[in-house]
């Protein structure tokens, strides 16, 4: 059974990545100001990064199914997500400060994340994982028991506390517009971040089928940031919705234009 489990990880996170980068794309593929164009790129790369996280995860299922992983080759797929999840949360948080602020702090925003990535890395190494096991079609690395606080504390916040807050005052942006179009497209990406926090915090990571589950569930933010740019048209004629769709500063549009947040 717990083989049948890591099979079917491996389809569904097959699946889910291919959602993720399919939304990735064609948010990347819209048409936008120049100055608009590097926060839809950050916005683009949060989906995509989580389609590539997902993959990875789904390449480690089908070697544990085959009985091929190795702990370097375990170890190797940890150490790749870490990177590829401080890049996806750079892009989110960066396209988060672009919306609300109208300007990319890009300097304070890298250097952030590049001592976040550091510590991440070390919190990872300070581990030291020498064996894994599948238990209920999960894979879980064993390590010593390590304790530092501090270090603890620093990843969790950085993990969490940015995109949160940015994901609040984003939302925030509501009470700044009665535009239908606006309030429209920042209400359905604001509540598909928090959809996709809320199920990766609340969903459990602990059997197969769980993590079945949650590789279904976590692409439904995805499909609702989709369709909050490209609505079907019973929502376009109700909204009164006309393109082209171009820029904003500060989650307020120019000339009249819808905003990309």
Known sequence: MTEWYLAAAFVTGVLASLGYGYVGVRLYARPVSPASRLAVAQFSVWWLGLGATTALTAVESLLAFAGVLTVPAALTFLLLVVLVDVALLW?????????YTGRYHLVPLTAFYA??????????????PYAFAVQSGVLTFSTPTVSDPVLTGFVIV???VPELVGAVLYLSLLR????R???YRIALVGSSLFLWFAISALVPSS???WVVAKNLLEVVPALLSLIAYFPPESIRRRLRW????VETVGGTARSGAPPEG
């Open 91 to 99: 892009g989110l948080v960066g396209f988060l400060i672009y919306v």
């Open 115 to 128: 001592v976040f990535y550091a510590a991440a890395l070390y919190y990872e190494v300070l581990a030291a």
């Open 158 to 160: 950085g993990l969490v």
């Open 176 to 179: 700044r517009t009665r535009d």
């Open 181 to 183: 179009v606006q309030r």
């Open 207 to 209: 059997t197969g089928p």
């Open 242 to 245: 006309t393109e082209p769709v």
